[in-house]
RNA sequence: GCGCCCUUAGCUCAGUUGGAUAGAGCAACAGCCUUCUAAGCUGUUGGCCGCUGGUUCGAGUCCAGCAGGGCGCGCCA
């Protein structure tokens, strides 16, 4: 269902300027808009379509502009007036504005919903950090604001499924299982030293950190000392890599899953790497490209610019990528014959298509902004569609000091710290007030100070507030005035103070907030929307500081007192509405 | 060296996809409030939108070049 004031005055407009213009091309009639006006002099919203129909008309702007205005009143607009070098100023009845609020009261959260996803089955896969431990800050706003991309796609019609590749066959779990059974063969007691068994790892020891010490005891506690050599020493590998493997993958996988739990994130699936690989995907999807003439033996040239120290040329499995607008033809195979991680992924990438998923995205670490032209290009070959969002670094402050994160060090922040410091619904609010591909600095600080610099802050205690209003409300007019539902039939004529008005203004711009974060695959939009509203409430509740008159509840007024209760609770639940998109649990009232 | 992202007020950032006189918060300054609608309010100051050119009715927004920051750069995921 799909409700918006904007749309409905764009049609209006276009029904006018069709009056004026009956041949107006279907391209010019595209690029006309109504946006909110960005000031109040200039009436409650305007529209560019003398401007950019100007030229199809030949006629000046201004003139067209004037007989738009003289066309345009009527229905949902009062008033209209030429200004500026073309726009048309439209002005609403302030009646409008009072039934989009009862419209609010009348559908609940569902308010904003849309349908400019029209159903497409949409796949948005995000985190997929490596199953190698526990989920630490970096993975925190790829998380966010994938959780929230999806929520967001849903809320404007998308089929949404959220997904989260496991990475569980490659170096870096083999890596794990190294790095498991030295915590298995210390809790057995080895005189192995550390260093004494890290020589023996191909590629070195990695992932020191403390975190699997438990998993060593637990593979003790399983398997006893039947997985060591004599006399505790490293067993060849035939003997237990795969059981310590499988065994350290899934313990990763629960904490990480533990981790999201306490982040608020699910997903609908998990998609295994390794079971791609073993079921015969990757070489089944690399035999389709083969058979299309995508793959062939080639040399790449060295990077431009800067030849690597070792360059050699030398044949290898590549992919025609350049047929779909990268740069260079992309490897496929190992020189010793295993398959790239590319490989793997766009059989997963075939996998997600194959599952029905009309739409990817895919939100990625800026780290990994090399990689998407490939991934694009592969998806494009095999007749898909994949978006990707780039999330940038953050920069976690505390008191204005860069937190140092070093795995060497040991000092890298866990996810759970993070949340145990700030808490979950700060950590997602806050990792939501940037743009996704800008860099970020998060102040634990501010994330939860109690102030109006901390957005989080702001909005929750505007919920709180009107929470606050509607329960003392119950306790002058009873439970059963205050329902939404009987607030939804109160009358709303009185509600005409410049801050009530600017009010319903913003919450009447809500639809189409989501509609435009949408398309642009935005969720951070949400955020500053919902910053600009409790704004706009905080600034009606002062109002009652200075005269009591202009408080929500006034005893000898129960008229008023019953449409500002309507307003707070439209506020509310538009409040709502956003926060669930965020992922984060509105208060009802401030500890 | 090549590619991608970024550069907006002293600071942190928005900027409705090319529209009107570029906006918030913080900081600074000036007032107000001493309250229970707790965790302030109102106002003021502050701008070469990194720089230079281009596209057009119109550019913070699009294009090219330059400068600075970040990320990446054949068998790591």
């Given at each position: 269902?799909?409700?918006?004031?904007?749309?409905?005055?764009?049609?209006?407009?276009?029904?006018?300027?069709?009056?004026?213009?009956?041949?107006?091309?279907?391209?010019?009639?595209?690029?006309?808009?109504?946006t909110?006006?960005?000031?109040?002099?200039?009436?409650?919203?305007?529209?560019?379509?003398?401007?950019?129909?100007?030229?199809a008309?030949?006629?000046?702007?201004?003139?067209?502009?004037?007989?738009?205005?003289?066309?345009l009143?009527?229905?949902?607009?009062?008033?209209?007036?030429?200004?500026?070098?073309?726009?048309v100023?439209?002005?609403?009845?302030?009646?409008?504005?009072?039934?989009?609020?009862?419209?609010?009261?009348?559908?609940?959260?569902?308010?904003?919903?849309?349908?400019?996803?029209?159903?497409?089955p949409?796949?948005?896969?995000?985190?997929?950090?490596?199953?190698?431990?526990?989920?630490?800050?970096?993975?925190?706003?790829g998380?966010?604001?994938?959780?929230?991309?999806?929520?967001?796609?849903?809320?404007?019609?998308?089929?949404?499924?959220?997904?989260?590749?496991v990475?569980?066959?490659?170096?870096?779990?083999?890596?794990?299982?190294?790095?498991?059974?030295?915590?298995?063969?210390e809790?057995?007691?080895?005189?192995?030293?550390?260093?004494?068994?890290?020589?023996?790892?191909?590629?070195?020891?990695?992932?020191?950190?403390?975190?699997?010490?438990?998993?060593?005891?637990?593979?003790?506690?399983?398997?006893?000392?039947?997985l060591?050599?004599?006399?505790?020493?490293?067993?060849?590998?035939?003997?237990?890599?795969a059981?310590?493997?499988?065994?350290?993958?899934?313990?990763?996988?629960d904490?990480?899953?533990?981790?999201?739990a306490?982040l608020?994130?699910?997903?609908?699936?998990?998609?295994s790497?390794?079971?791609?690989?073993?079921?015969?995907?990757?070489?089944?999807?690399?035999?389709?490209?083969?058979?299309?003439?995508?793959?062939?033996?080639?040399?790449?040239?060295?990077?431009?610019?800067?030849?690597?120290?070792?360059?050699?040329?030398?044949?290898?499995?590549?992919?025609?990528?350049?047929?779909?607008?990268?740069?260079?033809?992309?490897?496929?195979?190992?020189?010793?014959?295993?398959?790239?991680?590319?490989?793997?992924?766009?059989?997963?990438?075939?996998?997600?298509?194959?599952?029905?998923?009309?739409?990817?995205?895919?939100?990625?670490?800026?780290?990994?902004?090399g990689?998407?032209?490939?991934?694009?290009?592969?998806?494009?070959?095999?007749?898909?569609?994949?978006?990707?969002?780039?999330?940038?670094i953050?920069?976690?402050?505390?008191d204005?000091?860069?937190?140092?994160?070093?795995?060497?060090?040991?000092?890298?922040?866990?996810?759970?710290?993070?949340?145990?410091?700030?808490?979950?619904?700060?950590?997602?609010?806050?990792?939501?007030?940037r743009?996704?591909?800008?860099?970020?600095?998060?102040d634990?600080?501010?994330a939860?100070?109690?102030?109006?610099?901390?957005?989080a802050?702001?909005?929750?205690?505007?919920?709180?507030?009107?929470?606050?209003?509607?329960?003392?409300?119950?306790?002058?007019?009873?439970?059963?005035?205050?329902?939404?539902?009987?607030?939804?039939?109160?009358?709303?004529?009185?509600?005409?103070?410049?801050?009530?008005?600017?009010?319903?203004?913003?919450?009447?711009?809500?639809?189409?907030?989501?509609?435009?974060?949408?398309?642009?695959?935005?969720?951070?939009?949400?955020?500053?929307?919902?910053?600009?509203?409790?704004?706009?409430?905080?600034?009606?509740w002062?109002?009652?500081?200075?005269?009591?008159?202009?408080?929500?509840?006034?005893?000898?007024?129960?008229?008023?007192?019953?449409?500002?209760?309507?307003?707070?609770?439209?506020?509310?639940?538009?409040?709502?509405?956003?926060?669930?998109?965020?992922?984060?649990?509105?208060?009802?009232?401030?500890?």
């Open positions: 269902m799909t409700h918006d004031i904007f749309a409905e005055l764009r049609a209006a407009v276009l029904a006018a300027l069709g009056r004026i213009l009956p041949d107006l091309p279907e391209a010019v009639a595209a690029r006309v808009e109504v909110p006006a960005r000031e109040e002099a200039h009436g409650d919203a305007a529209t560019n379509a003398a401007m950019v129909a100007a030229k008309a030949r006629r000046n702007p201004r003139e067209l502009a004037a007989l738009l205005a003289a066309a009143p009527g229905g949902m607009i009062a008033h209209a007036e030429p200004a500026g070098p073309g726009f100023n439209l002005r609403l009845h302030e009646a409008a504005l009072r039934a989009e609020v009862k419209h609010v009261l009348e559908v609940g959260t569902g308010y904003g919903d849309c349908d400019i996803g029209g159903g497409l949409t796949n948005v896969e995000y985190v997929s950090a490596n199953p190698t431990g526990p989920m630490h800050v970096g993975h925190c706003r998380a966010v604001v994938g959780d929230a991309l999806a929520n967001l796609l849903a809320k404007a019609g998308f089929a949404v499924t959220k997904e989260y590749y990475n569980d066959a490659g170096a870096q779990v083999d890596a794990l299982a190294w790095a498991a059974y030295w915590r298995y063969l809790a057995l007691g080895t005189t192995l030293s550390e260093d004494e068994f890290a020589a023996r790892v191909p590629g070195g020891l990695q992932y020191r950190g403390e975190y699997l010490t438990a998993v060593g005891g637990t593979l003790k506690d399983r398997f006893g000392d039947t060591a050599g004599p006399g505790l020493t490293v067993a060849p590998a035939e003997r237990w890599f059981a310590v493997r499988m065994f350290a993958v899934s313990r990763m996988l904490a990480i899953r533990d981790d999201l306490a608020g994130v699910r997903f609908d699936t998990f998609a790497e390794r079971s791609l690989v073993e079921s015969g995907a990757v070489d089944a999807t690399i035999g389709r490209l083969e058979a299309d003439g995508l793959i062939y033996q080639g040399v790449l040239e060295p990077p431009r610019g800067r030849t690597p120290e070792d360059w050699e040329p030398r044949a290898q499995t590549l992919f025609r990528a350049t047929r779909f607008g990268d740069d260079v033809d992309r490897p496929l195979r190992k020189s010793d014959g295993s398959n790239t991680y590319f490989a793997n992924d766009i059989a997963y990438h075939a996998d997600k298509l194959r599952r029905g998923a009309a739409l990817m995205i895919d939100v990625w670490g800026a780290d990994h902004g990689y998407v032209p490939r991934m694009q290009a592969a998806v494009a070959a095999l007749g898909g569609r994949l978006e990707v969002v780039l999330c940038q953050v920069h976690v402050l505390q204005g000091q860069p937190v140092r994160m070093s795995k060497r060090a040991g000092t890298f922040i866990t996810l759970r710290d993070l949340l145990d410091e700030v808490g979950r619904d700060a950590v997602r609010f806050t990792m939501l007030t743009k996704a591909d800008a860099q970020m600095e998060f634990i600080a501010l939860v100070a109690q102030t109006r610099d901390n957005p802050f702001y909005v929750q205690y505007a919920h709180a507030r009107c929470r606050s209003v509607l329960r003392a409300a119950v306790e002058m007019l009873g439970a059963g005035a205050v329902a939404e539902g009987a607030l939804a039939a109160v009358a709303l004529d009185t509600l005409a103070d410049p801050a009530e008005l600017a009010l319903m203004r913003r919450l009447a711009s809500w639809p189409r907030t989501v509609a435009a974060a949408a398309v642009a695959r935005e969720p951070h939009r949400i955020a500053f929307f919902l910053y600009d509203l409790a704004a706009d409430f905080h600034m009606l002062n109002r009652g500081k200075d005269d009591a008159a202009l408080r929500f509840l006034v005893a000898d007024r129960p008229a008023e007192t019953l449409a500002r209760l309507a307003l707070v609770a439209a506020t509310a639940i538009v409040i709502r509405s956003g926060l669930a998109v965020m992922g984060v649990d509105p208060v009802e009232e401030m500890r």
